[in-house]
């Protein structure tokens, strides 16, 4: 059965969405799997219309700009398990909240800033959607992509918990290290601190010590008692680097 995408924003964002998402679609070759995309310009429509039709709904692309739409994300949450959501947000004040509904399974978000950011976005959760899945661990509630871990290390503040760095936003969750190494073979161990994954990694800077993420700005740099470990690592993952 060919599947549905709901896309509920403003009338902009959804035109937006929508255009990029057929690109992306054509490009993974993946537009024959799906029906329809269906745009919503308020959330009241839109949740109707899932509430209906939730058995072929897919993917669903939701934007929140104010915290008082929070509750639309509480009842979107109680109807389905299945669905996979991406709630999108320009406002950075909504981070911490958006965090609590990214634990659970098929949630994601993220704060963008420009069409780039949000193109990289829909890219991955179609991807995601359509294609083979990428691998979900479950820690504590709190639901990753492992693709999608860009590093992770202890958090500063209590060296119970882990700070995960992904290529839109980061999360501090209470585990360690050694376990989400168990849980994943790209986590290489950098430094006691600091797991890197090795499939996301891009370069090195000429400090030798900080690393460059594929598809991202995003950069970690490593302490200097580990430059040796660093230039072995990144030559054996990507020896172009070091031609």
Request: aromatic content about 10%; charged content about 25%.
């Amino acid at each position: 059965m060919k599947k549905q995408v709901i896309i509920d924003a403003d009338i902009a964002t959804c035109e937006k969405i929508e255009s990029l998402a057929i690109r992306q679609e054509r490009i993974l070759e993946i537009d024959e799997l799906i029906f329809t995309h269906r745009l919503f310009f308020n959330h009241s429509d839109a949740y109707d219309y899932f509430v209906h039709h939730v058995e072929e709904i897919e993917l669903y692309f939701v934007k929140i700009e104010r915290q008082e739409e929070l509750v639309h994300l509480n009842q979107l949450q109680s109807l389905s398990d299945d669905t996979v959501f991406m709630v999108y947000s320009d406002n950075p004040t909504l981070n911490d909240d958006l965090d609590y509904f990214a634990r659970s399974k098929n949630w994601v978000h993220g704060i963008v800033s420009d069409n780039q950011v949000l193109e990289s976005l829909i890219d991955r959760i179609l991807q995601f959607t359509f294609t083979s899945k990428p691998k979900l661990m479950e820690i504590n509630g709190n639901y990753i992509v492992m693709t999608s871990i860009l590093y992770a290390e202890t958090y500063k503040r209590n060296r119970n918990y882990v700070r995960v760095v992904l290529r839109n936003n980061e999360c501090i969750i209470l585990t360690t290290l050694s376990s989400l190494v168990k849980n994943s073979s790209d986590l290489i161990r950098l430094s006691r601190g600091l797991l890197v994954n090795k499939n996301n990694i891009r370069g090195i800077e000429k400090d030798g010590l900080t690393l460059q993420f594929e598809g991202t700005l995003q950069k970690v740099t490593v302490p200097k008692v580990c430059k040796k470990r660093v230039k072995e690592f990144v030559r054996e993952i990507n020896p172009e680097v070091f031609a």
